[in-house]
């Protein structure tokens, strides 16, 4: 078991990562002086599979079941949870328990956020997405039909809780959408990751926990280092977001039905790459050698039929643009980013039909 503590404004709060860990969640609450009154929020999906194991966290009443995916992150479901929040008569003292993938984390932390001004929240995510990236950090909101997150709060968690045994029952294509995100990071922070996934792929896809359990806390330690350092985005979290300029544009642009986040991120890498070695910013080995690891990961979807137009206009309504300048992360190298600030759209338009997209 590996166990992180994250710097949040509100209060350190630890990340627990190892098989078995969803069996100790009552435990570990109850050492984190979380009040006794547990509302436990999932997806009908994700309960047919791991009801059982969460029904130990000690849920007083039977839990809150929304649906997931990227079209659902909306108001709507916000509201949904809310009304339910409501009906239960939860107060101030209730912890609230995000038991699902990265939507119904997002969803489930801003309405906990919103909630009475705020409540506490656990993380219990159950995909390799939202074990190495969307559980940390306290990011939470929704989709606006013309962008992506860009309705939400910062709310950090009192304790995430991530469980590689869940990943078992994860369909393939879930699975890899979370392998991009692995990627991410192995081009920002930890080259070592890079190699590690290409020398065990194998292992990694018949979800070995020996091959898996490494690249999550791997993960999990990198997200944490940053956003204990810049919680708020001000500056180092910024690199969090390689990929996800072109990458959050593309979701945007097929309104969230076409990608699983990970796979449009894998997009938005290779974009932002070839933006790089464009600039003579990142070495072409590490453009090659990224391209051929999101190849030997599978096919993504195809992006054939998405404008490269419509991608520009969603990436000028993105959440990174800050007074008129979108702060758009490249890699220097492997394991260094440099933030570039005078992107143009020539630029930007060249590196999406580079990967597929149409005039």
Not at 132 to 139: E, L, R, T
Not at 228 to 248: C, K, P
Request: net charge positive; with cysteine; glycine share 10%.
């Amino acid at each position: 078991m590996d166990r992180l503590v994250v710097s949040a404004a509100t209060g350190p709060y630890s990340v627990v990562i190892g098989n078995g860990t969803i069996d100790a969640l009552a435990t570990e609450m109850s050492a984190a002086r979380l009040g006794a009154r547990r509302l436990l929020i999932s997806s009908p999906r994700v309960w047919d599979f791991h009801g059982p194991r969460f029904r130990k966290a000690g849920a007083d009443r039977t839990p809150i079941l929304i649906e997931d995916g990227e079209r659902y992150k909306n108001l709507n479901s916000v509201a949904r949870v809310l009304d339910a929040l409501v009906k239960a008569e939860a107060d101030r003292s209730t912890v609230i328990i995000a038991v699902g993938g990265g939507v119904i984390g997002d969803v489930v932390g801003f309405a906990a956020a919103t909630y009475l001004r705020g409540v506490p929240v656990v993380h219990v995510p159950t995909t390799l997405l939202a074990q190495v990236d969307s559980a940390i950090g306290g990011k939470t909101g929704v989709n606006h039909p013309l962008g992506k997150n860009l309705i939400g709060a910062f709310h950090a968690p009192s304790l995430v809780v991530a469980d590689p045994v869940v990943l078992e029952t994860l369909p393939r294509r879930e699975f890899r959408a979370g392998l991009y995100e692995v990627i991410k990071y192995g081009v920002i922070a930890e080259p070592a990751l890079l190699g590690r996934m290409r020398d065990t792929l194998p292992a990694i896809f018949n979800r070995d926990g020996d091959a898996v359990a490494p690249l999550v806390a791997a993960s999990c330690r990198i997200k944490a280092a940053v956003v204990s350092a810049d919680e708020r985005e001000s500056g180092l979290r910024r690199t969090l977001n390689f990929g996800h300029t072109v990458g959050h544009a593309l979701e945007a642009a097929t309104k969230y039905k076409r990608f699983r986040h990970g796979e449009a991120i894998g997009y938005g890498m290779l974009a932002a790459l070839a933006i790089g070695v464009s600039r003579g910013i990142t070495p072409k080995s590490l453009g090659e050698e990224v391209d051929a690891l999101i190849t030997q990961l599978g096919p993504l979807p195809s992006v054939a039929d998405i404008s490269a137009k419509d991608v520009l206009a969603a990436i000028k309504r993105d959440k990174k643009v800050v007074s008129g300048t979108l702060h758009f992360i490249a890699a220097a190298d492997r394991g260094k980013t440099v933030e570039v600030t005078d992107l143009s759209d020539k630029e930007i338009a060249a590196a999406v039909k580079k990967i597929g997209l149409r005039t």
